[in-house]
């Protein structure tokens, strides 16, 4: 029997705008189904979860000492880039909301000139913010991310450019508690970086569950251990029924095979539970000819294997990431003063598309309503300036993608896009 039957229905939220299929009718009667049974199962799972019980241990070794800041576990995407559309300059001008209107004030004139601020929304292994630091010595960098081992990176930074570095632990959802903590005001930030996405860092740890080619528990946890109850990617392939996991690999990996792949992960955790990466990884694999299992090909037309798209849905799924990536351009529209600059990088079409439509003033309120399928380009004048934002002035119009050098150096940042913007 299904497990969607005997999970409790409770409230469905309007977050659900992040299933990129929505406009079907039958995938949107599977979305909420899905919907239905995650928010009741992370409600009531304990610590007896498949993944707890799959030899994952307490939790991702702390790397911290491994992973010093004097060598970066990975090449900056975009670097060169990133500082030239961040352009951090010492004597920043500071906009603040007065009564009567706007007041501008030198930055040499508040208590807090000496720094621009900028913040780092994802730092990782923490390559641009220390390039940013190399930079503008004297610039302050809130640094922050939801995983404990990255943030144990900035500890280490911090402790190197005293007063320089705040670490902040969280998603871009508890943003607005953390920077409220450290009584940073709304609208007084200068830049802000956004580099969405899984972290080489955490690709590279087996131990983390993220990579095909890494034998692993299947976690893909980005939080670690900081929500001990918070399924993994094991829970979902081994609880959801057929029905709701194709739903989610064609709605976060816009894989065209999901029923097959879905029916092929339901027989096998019929014989043993999926615990592994490699073994998800041969199920995926043992649902297609051997001639097709290396048959797709990546951006620099190399081989990739067919589970890539799985190990991506399954990675968004339960990270939630869209809906994250959603509050994090909200965040960044809050903290950034006007004239402060955002840089976004992203690395799949779900994530462009949902950056492109908030820079560009999409109305994305009703979630319920929303959804992520390419829209129909409108040809009239009037229809192009009704589609700028109120808040955004794109540093440019196209989307800026590596260059063929960079892409040499970093192979893993070959799909990435740099979207930059100027807060009005």
């Known amino acids: 029997m299904s497990l969607l039957l005997f999970l409790p229905e409770i409230g469905i939220s309007i977050m659900i705008f992040h299933m990129s299929v929505r406009s079907n009718p039958i995938l949107r009667k599977t979305n909420l189904a899905v919907w239905r049974a995650w928010k009741s199962w992370r409600l009531n799972l304990h610590s007896s979860t498949?993944?707890?019980s799959s030899g994952a241990g307490p939790g991702p070794l702390d790397r911290s000492e491994e992973l010093s800041p004097e060598k970066p576990p990975h090449t900056p995407v975009m670097l060169k880039e990133v500082l030239q559309y961040l352009d951090i300059?010492?004597?920043?001008?500071?906009?603040?909301?007065?009564?009567?209107?706007?007041?501008?004030m030198p930055a040499m004139e508040r208590p807090e000139a000496a720094s621009s601020v900028v913040l780092d929304m994802t730092f990782g292994g923490g390559g641009h913010t220390k390039a940013i630091l190399s930079m503008v010595p004297e610039v302050t960098v809130l640094a922050v991310d939801r995983d404990p081992t990255a943030i144990s990176l900035a500890e280490q930074l911090a402790k190197e450019h005293s007063g320089h570095v705040k670490p902040l632990l969280g998603r871009f959802s508890e943003l607005e508690v953390l920077?409220?903590?450290?009584?940073?005001?709304?609208?007084?930030?200068?830049?802000?970086?956004?580099?969405?996405?899984?972290?080489?860092?955490?690709?590279?740890?087996?131990?983390?569950?993220f990579c095909i080619s890494k034998d692993g528990p299947l976690d893909m946890r980005m939080d670690g251990e900081r929500y001990p109850?918070?399924?993994?990617?094991?829970?979902?392939?081994?609880?959801?029924?057929?029905?709701?996991?194709?739903?989610?690999?064609?709605?976060?990996?816009?894989e065209r095979h999901a029923w097959k792949i879905a029916s092929a992960i339901v027989e096998a955790r019929r014989v043993n539970p999926i615990t592994r990466t490699q073994q998800l990884?041969?199920?995926?694999?043992?649902?297609?000819?051997?001639s097709v299992i290396y048959a797709r090909k990546d951006r620099l037309h190399r081989p990739a294997h067919v589970a890539t798209k799985t190990f991506q849905a399954l990675r968004i799924f339960v990270n939630d990431?869209?809906?994250?990536?959603?509050?994090?351009?909200?965040a960044a529209r809050a903290t950034l003063r006007p004239g402060g600059r955002l840089c976004i990088i992203t690395f799949h079409s779900l994530e462009d598309r949902l950056v492109k439509r908030f820079l560009r003033g999409d109305d994305l309120?009703?979630?319920?309503?929303?959804?992520?399928?390419?829209?129909?380009?409108?040809?009239?004048?009037?229809?192009?300036k009704d589609s700028e934002s109120v808040y955004w002035l794109p540093l440019r119009r196209k989307v800026i993608i590596p260059e063929k050098d960079d892409v040499s150096e970093n192979p893993r940042g070959r799909s990435a896009k740099l979207r930059a913007a100027l807060r009005r």
């Open 229 to 254: 109850d918070m399924p993994c990617a094991a829970d979902v392939v081994n609880t959801l029924d057929q029905q709701a996991l194709a739903s989610i690999l064609t709605a976060y990996g816009e």
């Open 281 to 290: 990884a041969s199920v995926v694999a043992g649902s297609f000819p051997p």
């Open 365 to 384: 309120s009703n979630l319920d309503q929303y959804h992520f399928s390419p829209r129909k380009q409108g040809n009239s004048r009037k229809e192009k």
């Open 321 to 330: 990431e869209l809906n994250e990536l959603h509050a994090g351009l909200r």
């Open 50 to 52: 498949v993944c707890a």
């Open 179 to 209: 920077l409220s903590n450290m009584n940073i005001k709304p609208g007084s930030i200068d830049a802000v970086l956004l580099d969405a996405g899984c972290s080489s860092m955490q690709m590279d740890m087996a131990e983390r569950g």
């Open 89 to 104: 300059q010492q004597g920043q001008v500071l906009y603040i909301q007065n009564l009567g209107g706007l007041m501008i």
